[in-house]
């Protein structure tokens, strides 16, 4: 009997991914922990929540996270579960150090502890900093993170190889490119291009707008994720991207979805740079290709038009969020 846990499973990918497996019926039994803090709501589950058993915990909450692991003995783990916004991790690092490193610790253990086949940790291609004119980063390249966030996310990806290195625990990590798509909190790009458009408020954009990023298709790279997790290499990394079709500049972007949507490219306002903005992720995904079969499905204009539709049609969803998000900002940081 396969037994899965999903840690964030009520954040943006990670409730993309439980409907993913619960669709497919991958697993007998599909449980989902998650502390629902600012990214995971249990809306997002709700057309799947009668399949799976969800349970509220924080992972910091080391002997909770073990007696969950004791009781349900999962063969596969599949690790969501971080705090993402580079944003937040430069006003307050320590939430992002807590939840990133010492949460996945507690995974680590409870996998270790309980005898998991396989442990898939989901990180990022932020953790190879940024990409220098016409470099591509493979899975050997060097770690050179830039922000509090990327920092805790490589420190997380060491940690669990070197779980796999002296524990001999079945760890797989994968790092993914940006990814978008439906029930994303309007706080990250393009979420926040497309609902601003919809209220015809400025699009704030950070620095030139020159910035260059590959988007993927929040389903591909679960497909991904999948895959990685029945069929790949122990101890190995996955490196997680579009095609090159789906590169662009952040400005460029915007001017599509204002396009998309027929709003004028003036609503679109340049502000001043965050620090540490990495210019460029690049990654090169043919090793996944080659060992898994794996290849990404979505282009860029057509997974902004169903993202565009999915918001559109879920309006009440997206206000609620900024309406949240606006409140915690005001409420810890005097307004963004």
Not at 174 to 195: D, M
Request: glycine share 6%; aromatic share 12%; hydrophobic share 35%.
């Amino acid at each position: 009997m396969t037994r899965c846990i999903v840690t964030g499973g009520a954040g943006f990918i990670g409730s993309n991914f439980v409907r993913l497996i619960v669709k497919k019926q991958v697993f007998d039994k599909v449980v989902v922990i998650d502390k629902l803090g600012f990214g995971g709501f249990l809306e997002n589950l709700s057309d799947v929540l009668g399949k799976i058993t969800f349970i509220k915990e924080d992972l910091c909450n080391f002997s909770s996270v073990l007696r969950i692991f004791e009781e349900f003995k999962p063969t596969h783990v599949f690790h969501f579960a971080a705090e993402t916004h580079v944003d937040r991790s430069i006003i307050d690092p320590s939430s992002f150090i807590k939840s990133n490193i010492l949460g996945t610790y507690s995974i680590l253990e409870g996998a270790k502890k309980n005898s998991a086949e396989r442990l898939i940790h989901v990180s990022t291609d932020e953790v190879y900093g940024s990409a220098d004119s016409g470099e591509i980063f493979t899975e050997q390249s060097s770690l050179n993170p830039s922000s509090p966030y990327s920092a805790s996310k490589a420190s997380s990806d060491l940690l669990c190889l070197s779980y796999y290195k002296t524990f001999n625990l079945p760890v797989i990590i994968t790092r993914s490119s940006n990814n978008f798509g439906p029930y994303q909190l309007p706080e990250k790009f393009i979420p926040v291009v497309i609902t601003n458009l919809l209220e015809d408020k400025e699009i704030p954009i950070y620095g030139t707008g020159k910035n260059i990023r590959n988007w993927i298709y929040v389903d591909d790279n679960c497909e991904a994720i999948l895959q990685c997790g029945l069929f790949g290499k122990i101890g190995q990394v996955y490196n997680i991207s579009a095609d090159n079709s789906n590169e662009i500049e952040n400005v460029n972007l915007a001017k599509k979805i204002c396009k998309i949507l027929k709003k004028p490219e003036s609503l679109i306002k340049f502000v001043q740079d965050r620090p540490g903005h990495d210019f460029c992720y690049r990654i090169d995904n043919s090793k996944i290709k080659n060992e898994l079969n794996w290849r990404p499905k979505v282009d860029l204009d057509t997974g902004l038009q169903m993202t565009i539709n999915w918001y559109l049609e879920n309006e009440n969803w997206w206000r609620k969020r900024k309406k949240e998000l606006e409140e915690y900002y005001q409420q810890n940081y005097g307004g963004r």
